[in-house]
């Protein structure tokens, strides 16, 4: 099923029964990338091809967004994410769609920040961008009915 990845949305987590979740607010843009690193097997016996296994499997995430200084309650923005980047805290990510579609896809991990640049050019809305190194395997889930 398609959607409109306006409604794709980044939360921070913190675990409970039920989980609380945080919106990161104001973002003009998200991703995710689940990577492999591969392992060369390539031998002399290749025929001149390269052979290879999988190895170790990663993941980055980014979210970039509009800087807001008063957001309101039950929002993060980039008073906590500056925050949590400078105590190297361990953040719990969650992506997943705000109209909490039955079936759509929810992606959460645990999630070091690694970048959090700040822009502020002349005349121009100040922006974030917030790299994330993930940690762990991802869990992945769907909106139940």
Excluded: H
Aim: hydrophobic share 40%; glycine share 6%; aromatic share 8%.
């Amino acid at each position: 099923m398609s959607f409109n990845a306006s409604d794709m949305k980044v939360y921070l987590v913190t675990p409970g029964t039920p989980d609380t979740e945080s919106l990161i607010t104001l973002t003009t843009s998200s991703s995710i990338s689940f990577t492999t690193a591969t392992i060369s097997t390539t031998t002399k016996d290749s025929a001149g091809y390269e052979e290879f296994i999988m190895g170790l499997r990663s993941a980055t995430a980014s979210v970039e967004g509009l800087i807001e200084q008063n957001e309101g309650a039950g929002a993060t923005n980039v008073d906590q994410l500056m925050t949590a980047w400078m105590n190297r805290t361990k953040l719990r990510l969650r992506y997943k769609l705000s109209t909490n579609a039955v079936g759509s896809m929810v992606i959460t991990q645990d999630a070091y920040i690694t970048s959090l640049p700040l822009t502020f050019n002349m005349e121009e809305a100040a922006i974030f961008t917030c790299e994330f190194q993930l940690s762990g395997a991802p869990t992945v889930s769907s909106v139940a009915s």
